[in-house]
């Protein structure tokens, strides 16, 4: 990283960060150009390995490239502020943003249910989810083993 002054390699931070995140952008590979998707996620840790966890259709563009090749990079960002400056050279933004990559699978059936539960669990403080079963087989749920990761962020005010 060229701003060694701001990475982030704590992975107590970086997790921080994770939690703070709406949105996870997917990189995946396409034939001429990459193919980025924003989606929501939800995560788990054990021993510091990050595994995310995503949910969509069974068919479309994105399950296709991962079938195609399932090597991912993903961004997510969050703590957006513009600071002004008299020069306009002088703006910036303050951010703080973890980006890495990793292997991204399709989920068993029998591991869907905690998976979903992880993901509605980063936007909810509920404990217990009623899910449709009928819903539930029908989505598609990727689970991406992150095998590398770095943390960055830029704060200026106070």
């Known amino acids: 990283m060229r701003r060694s002054d701001r990475e982030i390699t ?3 931070e970086i997790i921080e960060i ?3 995140c709406d949105i996870c952008r997917l990189a995946l590979f396409d034939s001429e150009y990459p193919y980025i998707v924003p989606l929501n996620f939800g995560y788990s840790v054990k021993e510091d390995k990050i595994e995310l966890f ?9 399950i296709n490239l991962i079938k195609q090749n399932n090597h991912v990079f ?7 502020k513009l600071i002004i400056d008299e020069k306009a050279c002088k703006y910036t933004m303050e951010y703080e943003s973890v980006m890495g990559k990793g292997i991204i699978e399709i989920v068993s059936n029998e591991e869907k249910r905690d998976a979903l539960i992880k993901i509605m669990k980063h936007y909810s ?3 217990e989810f009623d899910f449709d079963e009928e ?3 029908f989505v598609t749920v990727f689970k991406l083993s992150v095998n590398q ?3 960055k962020r830029l704060k200026r005010s106070k």
């Open 10 to 12: 704590d992975m107590e």
């Open 18 to 20: 994770i939690e703070k």
């Open 54 to 62: 995503f949910h969509g259709a069974g068919v479309g563009k994105k």
């Open 74 to 80: 993903f961004e997510m960002d969050c703590s957006h």
């Open 125 to 127: 403080q509920a404990n």
């Open 135 to 137: 819903a539930i087989d």
């Open 149 to 151: 990761i770095t943390g």
